[in-house]
Structure formats: C-alpha cells, structure tokens
C-alpha cells in the first residue's frame, strides 16, 4: 500500500500559516459559522468539479461538516454518506502501531525487542532489526516485493523478504516500508495468539465503538466501489483475499476499510487513556525520525509529525492506491480534525485537506477548486506511459522497442545515443524486468518513479518525462 503523502505540499501549507491573534469566545463562534458555510461551499463546489467521497471536519469537540459527496456506486446511483465505507490505505498503520504499543502495554513484548525474538532464521545483516525501526521505518527494508493482492504464505512473504539485501544500516536512516509494517502485524498474531484482524478488533476498534473498521470481520453496510480514470475497479472486497483479509503484502501495512466517522471515534479515543495510556502516547507521537534529510517532518508509530508556525504540531498520516485515498490531519493543541475519503482519486483533488485547513486556521483563506495543472496531467498519463512500456519491454522484439523509442522519447533524449545503444538498453530492461509486475507507481513532478517485482527482488526505474505541445507524455531520460 502506497504511502502517498505531499509533504512538499503540506509544508509549504504549514509554513504560510501566520499566527493568528487571540479573539474573544464571541469572534470565535461567529467564525465557526462562516467556517461552516466556507466549508460547504467549497465541499459542494468539490463535488460539481467530480469529487466522490466523504468527509468529517470537527474543532473545539464540535463536528462542524460531516456528509457525503458524489456516488459510492455510479451504476446503481447510491450517493456517499458518512456512513460509506472505505479503503484507507496506509493509515493502516496507526492501528498496527497502536496494535504493538497495546501488547507493551500488556507485558507482552518491548518495542526495543529484536525481529530476531518473533521470527527464526533472520539473516545476520538483519538481526539487529528492531520492533522500533520496523514501526519508524529505520529498519533498511526496502518498500515492497509484491502486489497488493498476491496471494502469498506467513513464511513465504518471510522468507522473501530476507532475500533482499538492505538499503542501510538499521536505525541510520529513514526510508518507507510496507514490508516492515506486516512484519509488525505477524508479530502482532504470533504474540496475542489471535489473527491481526482479531487483536485490533477486540483490543482497539470495540472499545472505541468503532463497528465499521476491519477487513472481513465487520457486517459492512455500504462499501464504495472504487474508479480508476472513471472506470470501474470494484470493491476492495472484491479482489483475492484469504480467509481473514489481504495477504501480507498488503495486511498490516494497508487495506483495513473504514468510514469518516469511524475515524472520528478513534480520534476521540485517543485523547483519552482507554485504548493507550500517557506513556504509550509519548511514543505513538513521539518524533523519532526525520523523514528524510532536510524535510522537516517526523515519523512516529505509524504517524507523521509537522511542526506548525503556531509552536504546535500536525499529527496526521493518509493513504492510497491510485484508486482510493485517505487522510487524516489532527491538530491536537487547536483542537482540528480533518478526515477525508475517496473512491476516485484525481490528483486535481490531492489538496482538499490543507485547504480546509487553511479555512480553520486563516480567517482571510479563499479556497479554490483548482483545474489540472501540468503536475495533474503527468499524473494521470504516468499509468499509461507505464503499462506501454512494461508491455514493450516484456516482448524480446526489436522493432517493438524501436517504435517505443521513436514514439515515447523526446527528440534530446532520442538524439543523445545511437539507436544501437537505446536498442541495448531495451535488451537488458527485458532481461531485467523477464516476467515482473508492477507493484508501485509513484510520481513526483516531473519524475516517474516505477517498481517492478521480478522473481529474485524489485527492481526500481525512474523515469524523467514531460508532457509536448499535444499533452502527450515523453520521457527525456531513464534511470
């Protein structure tokens, strides 16, 4: 499950936030109204442009918006409501680490404790790997080795990540990873003795009054089903699952389903000491690591954490895959919680969150209801670029890869080698990539960056591209 966060976008929001002067309870509930009505217009405004999905807003303890927007389900027209239920994607990982401090809490293991305690056989350059590296992704693991939806044993998922070779040192740096979060979640079965979906129900979403959330558990009333560039992908529910939910390329680390207002509960659970107390929240939020050299936010126990202009913290953490997304964004000195989910992800909609904030937290903020920038559209065509090129680089043809050369290079980066050597290049990519799937797409301004799960590891390829004057997709060079 991809971690999708823009922490460029997000910090450039917190850092033109100004502090705002202290008013009178008065002000404050005359603001609160135009907030309201702000948050509406902007919500309704959200859905004309084609937004689906659902969304909370709470301050002060009050829920301020809470409605549904566009269709869960365009063929049978049911609109969204709080109540639709969603894939959440990556804030999974709040719950495997709430899930893990739970067990410390009960004498059952120690986040200092070793991989090596839970799980036999751990190659030498991963022993030293420990519970708190896999919860703040300082354990060198890399992402992912495969699909959302491969099916895949406890051991085999094991022993395929040991294969891989780590990218560092654990505890030097931070670098993302899916695999170390359902190493969590294994060792969250082998500990409570119970299936992960189990322990988080029993220990976590009922003691919240959470009904909603889980992945097969729960009597779901209305799940959404997900559009991808307006086509029809199908329930979350509907893909290959085990018995009790996702395979652990996805369980633990993705793919729990879940409604706004089931998050909601959770969130108010949380400000008090029923699901983890004082100690176990130090930690939870504690900020342990940068998240990458330079860029001012912090990893926790399945959160991140943003310093404000205002001396306070954001707390927040989403989650996506390229179909549905979420994100969660709580201010808790200010008092905010902002919750949203989608059933249709377009990248034109990636900001809804720092924009209600900005009407929360500045009383002169207009939001806007943005059309696709160049950034959008290399968004939405990066898919296709990818699929063309996997396709061509699977099939041992030369004249296939001589037309992907002419047709998808731009003429610099055609021109800059013989036709011999892009003809090379194609020749080790097919060798590379013989029988791989892809199993991430990531894109970053004007960079596309591709994971290819191959039988012995995945395989990483950036590509640079720019839209030409016709708004097709080129790439200028590959990595």
Same mark, same amino acid.
């Given at each position: 499950m991809k971690h999708v966060f823009k922490i460029v976008v997000l910090l450039s929001f917190l850092l033109s936030c100004k502090q705002e002067p202290t008013v009178a309870q008065e002000a404050v509930s005359s603001a609160t109204v135009t907030n309201k009505e702000k948050l509406s217009a902007y919500l309704n405004a959200l859905e004309k442009s084609g937004f689906s999905g659902s969304v909370l807003v709470a301050q002060k303890g009050s829920v301020l918006l809470e409605k549904g927007y566009g269709y869960a389900n365009r063929e049978n027209k049911i609109k969204s409501t709080p109540k639709t239920v969603f894939d959440i994607g990556s804030i999974t990982k709040q719950f495997t680490g709430a899930a893990i401090l739970k067990l410390e809490m009960q004498g059952k293991l120690s986040v200092e404790d070793k991989l090596s305690k839970y799980i036999v056989n751990v190659p030498k350059d991963k022993q030293d790997i420990t519970l708190h590296h896999l919860l703040t992704h300082s354990s060198g693991f890399?992402?992912?080795?495969?699909?959302?939806?491969?099916? &895949?044993s406890t051991?085999?998922?094991i022993e395929e990540a040991f294969k891989g070779e780590l990218v560092f040192k654990p505890?030097?740096?931070?670098?993302?990873?899916?695999?170390?979060?359902?190493?969590?979640?294994?060792?969250? *079965? #082998?500990?409570? $003795?119970?299936?992960?979906?189990?322990?988080?129900?029993?220990?976590?979403?009922?003691?919240? $009054?959470?009904?909603?959330?889980?992945?097969?558990?729960?009597?779901?009333?209305?799940?959404?089903?997900?559009?991808?560039?307006?086509?029809?992908? $199908?329930?979350?529910?509907?893909?290959?699952w085990g018995v009790?939910?996702?395979?652990?390329?996805?369980?633990?680390?993705?793919?729990?389903?879940?409604?706004?207002?089931?998050?909601?509960?959770?969130?108010?659970?949380?400000?008090?000491?029923?699901?983890?107390?004082?100690?176990?929240?130090?930690?939870?939020? +504690? #900020?342990?690591?940068?998240?990458?050299e330079g860029a001012g936010s912090y990893y926790g126990y399945g959160w991140a954490i943003f310093p404000t202009p205002r001396n306070t913290e954001l707390i927040a953490h989403n989650g996506g895959n390229g179909v549905f997304f979420a994100d969660m964004w709580r201010y808790l000195d200010e008092e905010i919680?902002? &919750?949203?989910?989608?059933?249709?992800?377009?990248?034109?909609? *990636?900001?809804?969150?720092?924009?209600?904030? +900005?009407?929360?937290?500045?009383?002169?903020?207009?939001?806007?209801?943005? @059309?696709?920038s160049k950034g959008t559209i290399i968004g939405e065509m990066a898919d296709q670029l990818v699929e063309e090129f996997m396709q061509t680089v699977h099939q041992n043809d030369q004249n296939t890869w001589k037309?992907?050369?002419?047709?998808?290079?731009?003429?610099?980066? %055609?021109?800059?080698?013989?036709?011999?050597?892009?003809?090379?290049?194609? #020749?080790?990519?097919? @060798?590379?990539? #013989?029988g791989g799937k892809i199993v991430q797409i990531m894109v970053k301004e004007n960079e596309v960056a591709l994971g290819v799960k191959t039988k012995t590891e995945v395989e990483q390829i950036l590509f640079d591209v720019t839209p030409n004057? %016709? +708004?097709?997709?080129?790439? @200028? +060079?590959?990595?």
């Open positions: 890399q992402d992912v080795i495969g699909g959302d939806y491969e099916n &895949i051991q085999d998922f505890g030097t740096r931070f670098r993302y990873s899916n695999i170390g979060y359902s190493f969590l979640g294994i060792i969250i *079965e #082998k500990v409570s $003795g119970m299936s992960y979906e189990e322990y988080l129900m029993k220990h976590l979403w009922k003691p919240s $009054g959470m009904h909603q959330t889980g992945y097969k558990k729960p009597l779901f009333n209305d799940i959404a089903v997900g559009y991808r560039k307006n086509k029809h992908w $199908g329930k979350p529910t509907d893909k290959k009790d939910g996702p395979y652990w390329h996805l369980k633990a680390n993705g793919g729990v389903l879940s409604t706004t207002q089931d998050l909601y509960k959770w969130h108010q659970a949380l400000l008090g000491d029923k699901i983890l107390d004082a100690t176990a929240k130090t930690k939870y939020y +504690g #900020k342990h690591i940068e998240e990458g919680t902002i &919750i949203i989910m989608t059933n249709a992800v377009q990248r034109k909609f *990636e900001n809804i969150t720092s924009q209600i904030a +900005g009407i929360l937290l500045k009383p002169d903020f207009n939001p806007t209801v943005t @059309e696709q037309t992907f050369i002419e047709n998808r290079m731009t003429s610099m980066f %055609k021109n800059s080698f013989s036709m011999q050597r892009h003809l090379a290049m194609f #020749k080790q990519l097919h @060798e590379n990539l #013989k004057p %016709k +708004g097709e997709l080129r790439i @200028e +060079g590959i990595r």
